[in-house]
Every structure is written in structure tokens, then in C-alpha cells.
């Protein structure tokens, strides 16, 4: 967690969350990563998935549900599933574990 708060307060240099946010904003990333990977220990190579994905959801944390707005000619949207930005990572490293034989979810028909 030490290392990911580290990179995280790299990447928003002027925050004004407390290291206890940014520590639930990445655990709670976490979780929604190991449940999508199906694993209980966030695999290293996701490391950097966690911390965009964390960069994005702190920056949205006052502008929750927001789908579409303008003004003048600026735009702002959100997109509704901030992991599914990763979805071919997620899905790719889950096709490798299977392949592997290192993932006890997978059912293979032979």
C-alpha cells in the first residue's frame, strides 16, 4: 500500500486529501480489481492499473454522477465504469492465467 499512496501523491502532487483518503481510495481501486481479476492479492502487474484508475476517481470525487455538461465550449463527462477503460488488460490477464493453468475458476472443456 506504501509504495501505491507513494506513486498516487506523485501523480496529484496538490492534493488536499490526507494520506488516509488517498489510502481508501486505493484499497477500495484494489478491491474492485482483485474482484474483476478474480484473485484476493492485487497482482504486481496491476499496480499501475490501481493508480490511474485511482488518479481518475479522486478527480471525479466532486463531480459523482455526472454523465455530460457544458458551458460555453467547455464539455465535461464522466465515463459510468472507471475499470472499464481496462477491460482488455483485465481480460487478456485472465486469458493467461487460464491458459496457464494458474486460475481455479476457469472451467475448460476438452
Do not use: H
Request: with cysteine; net charge negative; aromatic share 8%.
Amino acid at each position: 500500500m506504501e509504495e501505491l499512496l507513494k506513486r498516487l501523491k506523485t501523480r496529484l502532487p496538490d492534493t488536499e486529501l490526507t494520506d488516509s483518503q488517498l489510502e481508501e481510495y486505493i484499497q477500495t481501486m484494489s478491491d474492485r480489481l482483485c474482484l474483476r481479476l478474480g484473485v484476493e492479492i492485487l497482482p504486481a502487474l496491476f499496480s499501475s492499473v490501481c493508480v490511474d484508475a485511482t488518479v481518475k476517481m479522486v478527480r471525479r470525487t466532486y463531480y459523482e454522477g455526472i454523465s455530460s455538461e457544458g458551458v460555453a465550449s467547455i464539455s465535461t463527462s464522466f465515463v459510468d465504469n472507471i475499470l472499464s477503460e481496462y477491460a482488455d488488460e483485465i481480460g487478456d490477464w485472465k486469458a493467461a492465467q487460464a491458459d496457464s493453468g494458474n486460475s481455479s475458476k476457469v472451467v475448460r472443456f476438452l
